[in-house]
């Protein structure tokens, strides 16, 4: 037993040395590397034409290029170096390695005192239980809570965000008033959108409207390489929050800690999630601390996240229409000194989230900097505009044609779901917000009809341009696990044990029925159809009016 200890002790010894080496290295490799500025054969001939060189050092086959600022390489052999030699002073520069052997003596030594200290520790007979003390230390950072300045005047649209989130603020504020009424607020807040649309600048603004302490983890920080780190993590960090309350807790990107528990088993990540769950379920409605939690990627939570009395508030964040675009750019130039028509550059960001929009104004400030332009200018925006969409992957950038396509596909499912009452709370060029519906007590009537609105775009496109796009897949994938599970799983069909046909034969008849629909309402569809690609978006109310003027 003790010589096994003592081989643990010194495996460890090993691996400290070689990490403290490889460190020193790259410490030395990075203090060592030549850092002049490598130049081509013309910048090197505007210096020589311009007389800027003050001398030239050899050094192997590169010139080092002195001028009164700065040094410049240049490879010897791309130019006329005897040319140069003629012109300015030379001399040859000459290799020392003092500097090398002096740094490596100096590891040599460290890695010989480190050898003798921990031979000393290990005689002394250091428990394998201390070893691992000191490990289980690793990854326990202190958790620190922020004081956030942002304010909702900070953040641009979401209207309907912010009154979601007013009397989540207000009970931050007056703890004492709901208490006094035995209302009881959610636990957990879940933002649920694309990555961009300002999920953590949101909670910040809460947080700051609020005026509480502001806890920020991501997901990934509970995801730690030791056995039950991840689940101290989240204990510490309830811990803070209760003692520090009223607070609000902030877990972004939960997906990474909180996918569903299925038969690819992450015991680590299993156990700080039933962590996290324990501690949500651990303490009151009325205890002062809010978890907001944000992710976009709902579909993988661990349904027991999503159950009652954990993340009751669900709140959806999508790309921003025309109107949050004009608002948020009016926010973000407000300092800037500019001559931009804002509803042009609105428009002209279509597809944009907000922080690709940040991105955007702020190169084109720099652009206009790099121009000497006192004023930033639209053609400024122009400038940067496919230098942020390249840089954005995340981007759906249309052109004109495509947003054509796009509203027409998208006015059908506003369209036929307002017809088939599936009630919406928006459908955008670039979304949809249906509300969610109760699985448990639908009809087959009703699956039905959320099928023909999945197809209800596909029938539109294949009536105007006589074909199907690309952006039709993913309602087309969403109609075929319907028809399936209406037919295979809840057995709705004709016949009690169905077959693949019975399926094919139900998405096709709902895509006819979508079609006669739409035919039937050709008018209403145009004018939806203009009204997206005028306003980006439209409320089933609004839809409801449309039908209203021809009956």
């Not at 044990?497 to 739409?518: N, P, W, Y």
Request: neutral net charge; proline residues 1%; aromatic residues 10%.
């Amino acid at each position: 037993m003790k010589k096994t200890i003592q081989k643990f002790r010194f495996t460890q010894l090993k691996i400290v040395s070689i990490l403290f080496f490889v460190l020193v290295a790259l410490i030395l490799f990075a203090f060592l590397r030549d850092n002049t500025e490598v130049i081509t054969h013309e910048q090197a001939n505007m210096l020589y034409s311009e007389d800027k060189i003050t001398k030239i050092v050899v050094e192997g086959k590169y010139l080092l290029l002195h001028t009164q600022d700065n040094v410049y390489k240049v490879y010897k052999y791309a130019i006329n170096y005897k040319k140069y030699f003629e012109k300015f002073p030379v001399e040859l520069k000459e290799e020392s390695h003092y500097l090398g052997w002096f740094f490596f003596a100096l590891i040599t030594l460290m890695l010989l005192t480190l050898f003798y200290r921990y031979k000393d520790y290990l005689k002394k007979g250091t428990s394998v239980e201390s070893l691992r003390a000191g490990f289980a230390n690793q990854g326990n950072e202190a958790i620190e809570a922020i004081s956030s300045n942002v304010r909702f005047s900070d953040v641009a649209g979401i209207k309907d965000v912010k009154e979601e989130l007013e009397e989540i603020i207000d009970f931050l504020k007056n703890p004492k008033k709901y208490k006094s009424l035995d209302i009881k607020l959610p636990k957990g807040v879940l933002l649920i959108g694309p990555p961009g649309v300002g999920k953590t600048m949101i909670s910040k603004a809460v947080a700051g409207e609020a005026g509480v302490p502001f806890f920020y983890q991501s997901g990934a920080s509970f995801a730690q390489i030791y056995v039950g780190m991840g689940a101290k993590r989240v204990r510490n960090l309830f811990a803070k929050a209760k003692q520090m309350a009223p607070s609000i807790v902030f877990i972004d990107e939960i997906d990474a800690v909180g996918k569903s528990r299925g038969n690819l088993r992450n015991d680590e990540r299993e156990a700080t999630l039933n962590q996290l769950l324990t501690e949500m379920d651990g303490f009151e409605e009325n205890s002062g601390v809010i978890v907001i939690a944000a992710t976009n990627k709902v579909e993988v939570l661990d349904e027991a996240l999503l159950r009652a009395g954990r993340f009751d508030r669900r709140i959806y964040l999508s790309l921003p229409d025309i109107e949050e675009r004009t608002k948020t750019l009016e926010l973000y130039l407000k300092h800037k000194n500019h001559n931009v028509d804002i509803n042009q550059l609105a428009k002209m960001t279509a597809g944009f989230n907000f922080a690709a929009i940040d991105t955007l104004v702020n190169e084109a400030a720099l652009h206009a900097l790099r121009k000497e332009k006192k004023i930033v200018e639209i053609e400024d925006f122009e400038a940067v505009k496919d230098k942020v969409i390249l840089g954005k992957k995340r981007l759906l950038v249309l052109n004109e044609k495509e947003m054509e396509v796009q509203a027409v596909y998208q006015a059908a499912k506003a369209l036929v779901a307002t017809w088939l009452d599936i009630e919406f709370d928006r459908i955008g060029i670039f979304y949809n917000r249906f509300l969610a519906s109760n699985d448990d007590m639908a009809s087959k009537n009703q699956l039905l009809n959320r099928i023909k609105v999945y197809l209800a775009g596909t029938a539109a496109t294949k009536k105007y341009y006589g074909e199907n796009f690309v952006n039709s897949s993913s309602d087309i994938k969403e109609a075929k696990a319907l028809a399936q599970r209406l037919t295979f799983d809840l057995s709705m069909g004709d016949k009690f044990f169905s077959d693949a046909k019975e399926s094919e034969d139900i998405l096709q008849a709902s895509l006819d029925d979508a079609a006669s629909i739409i035919e039937k309402l050709a008018s209403v569809h145009k004018n939806i159809t203009g009204y997206l690609l005028e306003n980006e978006s439209i409320t089933q109310e609004e839809t409801r009016e449309m039908l209203r003027e021809i009956f």
